[in-house]
């Protein structure tokens, strides 16, 4: 049997009866990635000793990591974060050689679930981007055709899902960062509820734009680690018997391919095929686009300002940091107002349409 096919909540249950162990599910892994990697690149950045020794661990003391949700499952942490002893680069030359010596809050949280870490996997510079490549460790390709984008910020964590080199992946989120790369290679990206992910610390407090979020083959594997990531039961009104949706081809008027097109018009009439009210429906996204930009570009500078001017640094960062600066303070609140408003509005549009669920394409093309 090839565990590495299998779904992550299929590979648990094995491991969990006992009808598998750690250090075969990494092998598979490992095999899936040998005969990946030099195509696709999407887990540049590997410690596979490291990995086959904490596997080897866990099989030979059933009571190390005892009853945790992932144990034995195989992830590699995206390259934005701090992982202790292991190369972090955040897709930059100005941190091209950065070992941290402490692993991120949410890293150390997320091993402490029992899982075998195999290295990071890539990302744009900063995570700046919805196409993975970077100057240090170089292009992602997608696995299912490699000429094609594997999208991002979270581009490496998809394609080494898609490719069967992991298990679950974590990714992060700002502008479709998770959903985007998701789309590109045919697995899951879910972005969570801003402030559900307790653990997942920024370096500036007055700014919630970006979140950190599981990713899966499926969406019951990116459940399993999306529960992790929370670390608290969350309580949810059930589902009801025939969920109503809102779904809507374009967010109003954006242009989208027509493939796109008929490929969400395919789900949605297999939604509606299976029973679900389906009601095509958009709320007000008036402004979005500016106040996206405004707020994307005020992020950049509460970490990255010192680096306006650093050439090391690729062309499109350097311009958000440079459009974050040269904010003044009218604009900033306009911003901020802007998207309170649009905030209500989703939330009017989810209670007056009595909606559990909007859908529409991921992406454009």
């Given at each position: 049997?090839d565990?590495?096919?299998?779904?992550?909540?299929?590979?648990?249950?094995l491991?969990d009866?006992?009808?598998?162990?750690?250090?075969?599910?990494?092998a598979?892994?490992r095999t899936?990635?040998?005969?990946?990697?030099p195509v696709?690149n999407a887990?540049?950045t590997?410690h596979w000793?490291t990995?086959?020794?904490?596997?080897?661990?866990?099989d030979?003391?059933?009571t190390m990591?005892?009853g945790?949700?992932l144990?034995?499952l195989?992830t590699?942490f995206k390259?934005?974060?701090?992982?202790?002893g292991v190369l972090?680069?955040?897709?930059?030359?100005?941190?091209?050689d950065?070992?941290?010596?402490?692993?991120a809050?949410?890293v150390?949280?997320?091993r402490?679930?029992?899982v075998?870490p195999v290295?990071?996997?890539?990302?744009?510079?900063?995570?700046?981007?919805?196409?993975?490549?970077?100057?240090?460790?170089?292009?992602?390709?997608?696995p299912w055709d490699p000429k094609?984008s594997?999208?991002?910020?979270s581009?490496?964590?998809?394609v080494g899902l898609a490719c069967?080199s992991?298990?679950?992946?974590?990714g992060?989120?700002?502008?479709?960062s998770?959903r985007?790369?998701a789309?590109f290679?045919?697995?899951?990206?879910?972005r969570?509820t801003t402030?559900s992910?307790?653990?997942?610390?920024?370096?500036d407090?007055r700014?919630d734009q970006?979140?950190?979020?599981?990713?899966?083959?499926?969406v019951a594997?990116?459940?399993?680690l999306l529960?992790?990531?929370?670390?608290?039961?969350?309580?949810?009104d059930?589902?009801?018997?025939?969920p109503r949706?809102a779904?809507s081809p374009d967010?109003?008027?954006?242009?989208?391919?027509p493939?796109?097109?008929?490929?969400t018009?395919?789900?949605?009439d297999?939604l509606a095929?299976a029973?679900?009210?389906?009601?095509?429906a958009c709320?007000?996204l008036?402004g979005?686009?500016?106040?996206?930009?405004?707020?994307?570009?005020?992020f950049?500078?509460?970490?990255?300002?010192p680096?306006?001017d650093d050439?090391?640094?690729k062309?499109?960062?350097?311009?958000?940091i440079r459009l974050g600066?040269s904010?003044d303070a009218d604009r900033i609140?306009a911003?901020v107002?802007?998207?309170?408003?649009?905030?209500?509005d989703?939330?009017r549009?989810?209670?007056?349409?009595?909606?559990?669920a909007f859908?529409?394409?991921?992406?454009?093309?």
């Open positions: 049997m565990l590495a096919a299998l779904t992550a909540t299929e590979q648990k249950a491991l009866a006992g009808k598998a162990s750690c250090r075969e599910l990494l598979d892994c899936r990635a040998e005969m990946t990697e696709v887990i540049p590997v000793d990995a086959e020794d904490l596997a080897g661990r866990l030979d003391d059933p990591l005892k945790t949700p144990r034995g195989v590699a390259d934005l974060n701090d992982t202790a972090t680069t955040r897709g930059s030359l100005v941190f091209s950065h070992i941290p010596t402490d692993d809050p949410l150390a949280h997320v402490r679930s029992g075998v290295g990071k996997t890539n990302t744009p510079e900063f995570g700046k981007g919805s196409h993975t490549f970077n100057p240090v460790l170089g292009l992602t390709r997608n094609r594997a999208g991002g910020s581009g490496g964590a998809a069967g992991l298990s679950i992946a974590d992060s989120d700002l502008g479709g998770l985007n790369p789309a290679n045919a697995v899951v990206g879910f969570p402030g992910i307790p653990l997942d610390v920024h370096p407090p700014t970006p979140i950190a979020g599981p990713m899966g083959r499926t594997d990116m459940a399993l529960g992790v990531m929370m670390s608290a039961e969350v309580s949810a059930p589902i009801p018997t025939v949706v779904f967010l109003g008027d954006l242009p989208v391919e493939p796109v097109r008929a490929a018009a395919r789900a949605v297999a095929d029973g679900w009210e389906v009601v095509e709320p007000n008036r979005a686009d500016r106040c996206f930009e405004d707020l994307r570009g005020l950049q500078t509460f970490h990255l300002a680096l306006v050439e090391r640094v062309a499109t960062a350097r311009y958000e600066l904010l609140a911003a107002a802007t998207e309170g408003r649009i905030r209500s989703w939330d549009f989810f209670v007056e349409g009595q909606f559990d859908l529409s394409p991921t992406t454009q093309v």
